[in-house]
């Protein structure tokens, strides 16, 4: 199975309730060999609408940090979320909606297999770091898991509520770029 064919399948999903009121199913963007994963928390209106991870003002935001040090969705990493479909109101996925998603990421972390995981946001990060994690805290800060590195940032959409922590998200973005120089082979 390649990830396109995962995604074929991952279109199909009635899993859990989410998949009531979605427009279309958000699986993710990027290159399938990428070194470097991206995870945000679901799919907004925009995404919704179009199937596309972070397209909205929020994924504007997100591009402009990445192409700060090289990255391209089109070119070098991938982007994917923790829930595929958009939560009402844009609300935090529910503990079973994020259950019932998870074999879709795994799945695709799996084939993918990026040697940096970096989370966007709280709800990533509890869910692929540690539920106790303080994204406040522990934002820029490289562990190690499973043979893979993972580091939390700032949500986009939380810099866009506020500004003044957008150095913050700089700083976690150049620190990303020195582990890439460090741990991956084809990124850069
Ligand atoms: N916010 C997210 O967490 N993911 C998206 O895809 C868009 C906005």
Redesign the pocket.
């Known amino acids: 199975m390649d990830i396109s064919e995962l995604q074929t399948d991952c279109l199909q999903c009635r899993r859990c309730p989410l998949c009531a009121e979605r427009r279309h199913v958000?699986f993710g963007q990027g290159v399938p060999n990428a070194e470097v994963l991206f995870i945000?928390?679901?799919?907004?209106a925009?995404?919704d609408e179009q199937g596309?991870?972070?397209?909205?003002r929020?994924?504007q935001l997100l591009d402009r940090y990445l192409y700060a040090i090289d990255l391209d969705r089109s070119k070098n990493i991938y982007?994917a979320?923790?829930v595929k479909c958009r939560p009402p109101q844009n609300r935090d996925p529910l503990p079973e909606e994020s259950s019932a998603c998870m074999p879709w990421l795994e799945e695709q972390i799996r084939l993918i297999d990026p040697k940096i995981i970096v989370c966007?946001?709280r709800?990533?990060a509890k869910q692929m770091m540690d539920p106790d994690i303080s994204i406040m805290r522990q934002h820029g800060e490289f562990i190690q898991k499973d043979g893979r590195w993972y580091m939390a940032t700032l949500?986009?959409?939380a810099l866009l509520r506020n500004p003044a922590a957008k150095p913050d998200a700089f700083g976690d973005f150049v620190a990303l770029r020195q582990k890439i120089r460090e741990v991956c082979r084809h990124t850069y």
């Open positions: 958000v945000g928390e679901g799919p907004g925009q995404e596309l991870p972070f397209v909205g929020s994924g982007i979320n923790i966007l946001g709800v990533a949500h986009p959409a």
